[in-house]
Structures are given as C-alpha cells and as structure tokens.
C-alpha cells in the first residue's frame, strides 16, 4: 500500500491517504487538497513536497 499523511505535507491536517494504486492516490489527495486546503492547481513543486512523503508498505 502507498501511504501519505497530509500532516507531512501540510502541517496540522489530519487526513491520511493509503491505496495500492500510487496514482489513484494522487488523485485522493487532489481532491482533498482542493476541498480542505483551496490548493486548485497542482504545481510540480507541490507535486514535488507530496510524493517526497509517500511511504510504501506491502
Ligand atoms: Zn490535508
């Protein structure tokens, strides 16, 4: 399982992610940033910050 805690990310939020899919994950944590956190666009260094904190566990 990919997993990413929003927290790591965005310091103080809650939310945690975790799906076999990386991509499908990616898009999880899309949504929520544009819902939680008003982040529309996804920039490569916001791309950058997400996946430097996405863990893998089988
Ligand atoms: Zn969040």
């Not at 008003?38 to 916001?46: K, L």
């Amino acid at each position: 399982m990919f997993k990413l805690a929003c927290g790591d990310v965005m310091p103080g939020c809650a939310a945690r992610f975790e799906n076999s899919d990386r991509g499908a994950m990616l898009g999880q944590v899309a949504a929520h940033a544009a819902s939680a956190h008003g982040i529309t666009e996804i920039t490569p260094e916001v791309l950058a910050a997400v996946e430097s904190q996405i863990s893998f566990a089988a």
